[in-house]
């Protein structure tokens, strides 16, 4: 069975202050439990050694938001995987829809970046989902398809344990409107039968595929329970501890 995971993308939103306070908070909460899932949460670069100091010792995973496609050098104002594993990062999102429309990052980036988390030892999360036009005008499998064959069979060491995907809808991220469970099932089954194809059954199988786009506590239940989805990428609901451990909450009554 595949674990789930709660990840919080907190975005360009708190500073060390505001972030060590958010981190305390989920960290007290998950104190002394047994999950059944994973809860990662991935704060701005600055935030990072702040919320290690809570993530240490605790269930509580920490991930950045981003890395830089190249190992060290050169590179203003760019960070490497390597620092972020030694900084206390297990995973790193690569992708991400707002990368991809304010940063015009395209496939030959992500790959590289990709490569570079691994080298650094650390998991994936590959994000990746069709714009809204692309759904009306019935293209959403198509794009999601190039998407997911543009990067995965080209990187270097992509295991069902150091990648992560996550299938957001741009249509639906932070704009409250979240997948049907219809559509949220139907795109996930789609995206593990490309995996098969580009990196095996086997792959398929064990890879974790997380739902994001206006995920809460009051839908997260239902898309949670859907055979193909792990678990979610959560923006704007993770910047809040309550609304955030009630999506764990829901994960993990899906996991019993
Ligand atoms: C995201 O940006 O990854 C996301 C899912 O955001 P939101 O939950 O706010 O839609």
């Not at 297990?90 to 990052?105: G, K």
């Not at 080298?119 to 999360?125: D, F, K, P, R």
């Not at 039968?193 to 064990?206: C, T």
Request: one cysteine or more; proline letters at 4%; glycine letters at 10%.
């Amino acid at each position: 069975m595949r674990r789930t995971l709660v990840a919080g993308n907190w975005k360009l939103n708190l500073g060390p202050g505001a972030g060590a306070d958010l981190a305390a908070a989920i960290q007290s909460a998950l104190a002394g439990r047994k999950l059944r899932g994973d809860v990662l949460v991935c704060p701005p670069y600055v935030t990072i050694p702040a919320v290690a100091a809570f993530a240490q010792g605790s269930p509580l995973l920490l991930g950045a938001q981003d890395c830089s496609d190249q190992a060290k050098g050169a590179f203003t104002g760019q960070v490497s995987a390597v620092m972020l594993a030694e900084a206390g990062c297990s995973h790193v999102i690569v992708a991400h829809s707002e990368r991809r429309q304010y940063q015009r990052e395209t496939d030959p980036l992500f790959i590289a970046k990709i490569d570079r988390a691994h080298e650094a030892g650390l998991i994936a999360v590959f994000c990746y989902g069709e714009l809204l036009d692309e759904r009306r005008a019935g293209r959403a499998e198509a794009v999601v398809a190039a998407q997911l064959q543009g990067v995965l069979p080209q990187l270097a060491q992509a295991t069902a344990d150091n990648l992560i995907l996550a299938y957001e809808p741009v249509w639906a991220i932070g704009t409250g409107e979240t997948a049907t469970p219809a559509i949220a099932q139907q795109m996930h089954q789609y995206s593990r039968a490309q995996v098969a194809a580009l990196l095996g059954a086997d792959a398929a199988a064990r890879m974790r595929i997380l739902y994001g786009g206006s995920c809460k506590p009051s839908n997260a239940r239902e898309l949670f329970a859907l055979s193909d989805v792990d678990g979610g990428l959560i923006g704007g609901a993770s910047l809040d501890a309550e609304s955030f451990l009630g999506i764990v909450e829901a994960a993990e009554e899906i996991a019993a």
